[in-house]
């Protein structure tokens, strides 16, 4: 009997009508802690704690009372006090003689544990699958339904009892059954087949998209006897990344039929997208563009630019930043462009890429260039111009107009020289860079020499020579030579001539404009019919003929004092074509000065006797109306105003001008005259253009307000 107690899976106690235990078995004794020799004779407060000890003598008392026999679960820890919570099944009953009469009190106590902690998972996941919003079905091996949650009632339409019992292909649309041969084959294997998406059909016929796992159901001996699936409802992700999809396609459509290059850079600079304006920019394919990084299609002195910017608008200091720079085409050709760079940012703010848009600036900045040369050559024509007009002698004349001539074309040398005897020509002005030795006044030539000097006096025309082009008269010689002969009445005269001892690029412009210095230098030599025509250029606007700015305020203070001398009236109306870059932009600068002598052209058609006006700017103009007051001044320059704006500009169409009038009563002097109606001026702007305005005190407040102040002092 001892054997058999010791073999059964459950801990088994006998205590005597005195409480004293005679019958233990191995469980109990390891339940207990004690061997089995130790528990016999001994009681329960002997064994237990006492919580325990009295739970144990208070039910033997009841079944020596003669009670029955009671089976109830405990949850408690090992009976030695293990902190370890244990379930066990306690069945507490009478031992009887052979009379019937109750000898003792047996107690078992079988371990439940694990039973009710699987018992527990079951309901926690019976729970899960009940509560979870993802449809989970069950299938047998031949692909009948076995199990169906509330959730795949609501994606699927079928009730649990409409469903359970029925094959699965109930769900599959026609054109779906290949998966599922698929899928069955994998599952059969004991593969699980990771989370897939697809379609199902749902019972009243109509389509879902689902994202679905299939999983195989193994037994104890780890053979396939099912399969669950557990899938999702993702249609509004679907739409969303077809939505996300046409967005994507949109914006590749846009950027790639953008009139201007557009590129996309990783945050560390990697080409991500080009677009085909930029590819046709630079002239690379797309596939070659991506390979390139930014500085090695930068020039090298460009490299690096932007790079401290590009760091600040990734510090989130500067929103983006715009910048000029050069660009080398793939023939090699460089190319002027204005770079934009901003940020692309996700919808969590964190930025993505850079973002470069990128505008060919090319013939702006030749523009600019040549506007610049234009600005150099009007100031040297000028200079030597006024000196010619003011200076007797010569000598200085001469000396100044080579200076000038070597700095209009960034020469190292400047020259003029004069023909004596048709033989040879002695040099009467020079000028030179200061690390080169300054040519001989005084030195002669001869004009059967291969330099570009002889070349010109010899032949009448421009010469441009390489080699050593230009004899200077010293040791060192000019390794190419620009020169154009000086022609007085008709005759040669001499030459004006331009070297240059380093190598560097030649403008193609410079023969034209060293043949406009040679014939202002001609003039030098003319007498007092020259001094005239040279003042008048010193004082005209070269492309409309008008008074130019120096000559405009010499000639309004003048015309001020005899104002005040005599108490006249005098007003100052301030003219600016309205909108005029753009007719720049659109049309280009021949058409802008085209547009600028027509204009000049008609305010001189509506100018009164006496008047004088003149170019004082790019597209402004001033006209000085002695014997006019505010209101007669108005009227005139509101019938210039219409005269511009009623007739279209030849090729360009209809073009307005905003005028700004101030009479001398409201200034103190010639400036502030300017500058009230140049407040004015930009009054009728911020009104609205197209409009004559007066000067008011309170147009300085407004437009100060405005933010626009005077551009000049």
């Not at 077809?242 to 996309?264: F, K, M, V």
């Not at 993505?352 to 848009?357: C, I, Y």
């Not at 190292?412 to 009467?428: C, F, N, Q, S, W």
């Not at 090729?651 to 009479?663: F, P």
Request: charged share 25%.
């Amino acid at each position: 009997m001892q054997s058999v107690l010791d073999h059964a899976p459950m801990s088994v106690l006998v205590a005597d009508r005195d409480g004293r235990y005679v019958v233990a078995n191995r469980v109990a004794a390891e339940q207990i802690g004690r061997p089995v020799e130790e528990i016999l004779g001994r009681v329960a407060a002997d064994l237990y704690e006492p919580s325990i000890a009295s739970d144990i003598e208070r039910d033997a008392r009841r079944i020596l009372a003669g009670g029955d026999a009671m089976t109830f679960e405990v949850n408690r820890a090992h009976l030695l006090g293990s902190r370890d919570p244990r379930d066990y099944l306690l069945t507490t009953y009478p031992v009887l003689n052979d009379d019937g009469t109750i000898s003792g009190v047996g107690k078992l106590f079988v371990d439940i544990t694990e039973r009710r902690r699987a018992e527990a998972d079951a309901a926690r996941m019976a729970e899960i699958i009940t509560s979870t919003d993802a449809a989970v079905v069950g299938m047998a091996t031949d692909g009948h339904i076995l199990t169906w949650n509330p959730a795949a009632e609501r994606l699927y339409g079928y009730t649990a009892e409409e469903a359970v019992g029925r094959h699965a292909l109930i769900l599959i649309p026609p054109d779906r059954l290949a998966e599922v041969t698929t899928y069955r084959t994998k599952i059969n294997g004991g593969e699980r087949v990771g989370e897939v998406e697809t379609v199902r059909r749902r019972k009243d016929g109509t389509d879902v998209d689902v994202a679905i796992a299939l999983s195989p159901l193994l037994d104890r001996a780890g053979e396939v006897i099912g399969a669950s699936t557990i899938a999702r409802d993702i249609t509004v992700q679907t739409a969303m990344r077809e939505q996300l999809r046409a967005s994507e396609e949109r914006s590749r459509a846009t950027i790639d039929q953008a009139p201007i290059g557009i590129g996309l850079l990783t945050l560390d600079g990697q080409p991500l997208r080009v677009n085909r304006a930029l590819c046709e920019l630079l002239g690379y394919s797309e596939s070659e563009l991506l390979a390139l990084t930014r500085e090695e299609i930068s020039h090298p002195d460009d490299v690096g630019l932007g790079a401290e910017d590009t760091r600040r608008m990734l510090a989130d200091e500067i929103p983006g930043y715009d910048l000029e720079q050069r660009f080398l085409r793939a023939d090699g050709s460089i190319l002027f462009v204005q770079v934009s760079v901003s940020l692309a940012r996700g919808g969590d703010g964190k930025a993505m890429h850079l973002v470069f848009h990128v505008q060919d600036i090319d013939q702006r900045k030749h523009d600019e260039a040549r506007l610049l040369m234009q600005a150099r050559e009007q100031r040297a024509l000028t200079d030597v111009a006024t000196l010619v007009a003011s200076e007797p002698n010569p000598r200085a004349v001469f000396a100044a107009a080579a200076e000038r001539v070597a700095g209009l074309l960034d020469g190292d040398y400047g020259i003029i020289v004069r023909l004596e005897h048709e033989v040879t020509a002695r040099i009467v002005g020079a000028w030179s860079a200061n690390h080169l030795p300054t040519p001989e006044l005084g030195g002669t030539m001869p004009l059967d020499g291969s330099t570009a000097t002889a070349t010109a006096l010899r032949t009448g025309r421009t010469a441009l020579l390489a080699g050593d082009a230009l004899d200077t008269g010293s040791e060192v010689q000019a390794h190419r030579g620009l020169s154009e002969a000086i022609e007085v009445n008709g005759q040669v005269w001499g030459a004006v001539s331009v070297g240059w001892e380093r190598e560097s690029a030649l403008d193609p412009d410079a023969p034209d404009r060293l043949t406009r210095f040679a014939r202002l230098v001609s003039l030098a030599v003319t007498g007092a019919e020259a001094r005239e025509q040279l003042s008048t250029l010193a004082s005209t606007d070269h492309l409309t003929g008008l008074f130019n700015r120096r000559a405009f305020s010499d000639r309004l203070d003048h015309d001020i004092a005899r104002a005040r001398r005599h108490g006249r009236p005098l007003s100052l109306a301030v003219f600016d074509l309205d909108h005029f870059k753009l007719v720049n932009d659109t049309y280009g600068h021949q058409v802008g000065d085209r547009i600028l002598a027509e204009f000049a052209g008609r305010l001189m058609d509506e100018r009164r006797d006496g008047d004088i006006v003149a170019r004082v700017g790019g597209e402004e103009f001033a006209w000085i109306m002695p014997d006019a007051d505010s209101t007669g001044a108005g009227l005139c320059a509101e019938r210039s105003r219409r005269a511009i704006a009623d007739t279209p500009f030849p090729g360009v169409g209809n073009l307005t001008t905003s005028i700004g009038v101030c009479a001398l009563d409201d200034a103190d002097n010639g400036q502030q005259l300017y500058r009230q109606a140049d407040l004015a001026l930009y009054s009728a702007k911020f009104g609205g253009r197209n409009a004559v305005t007066l000067y008011r005190p309170e147009d300085l407040e407004r437009v100060t307000e405005a933010g626009r102040v005077s551009r000049r002092p």
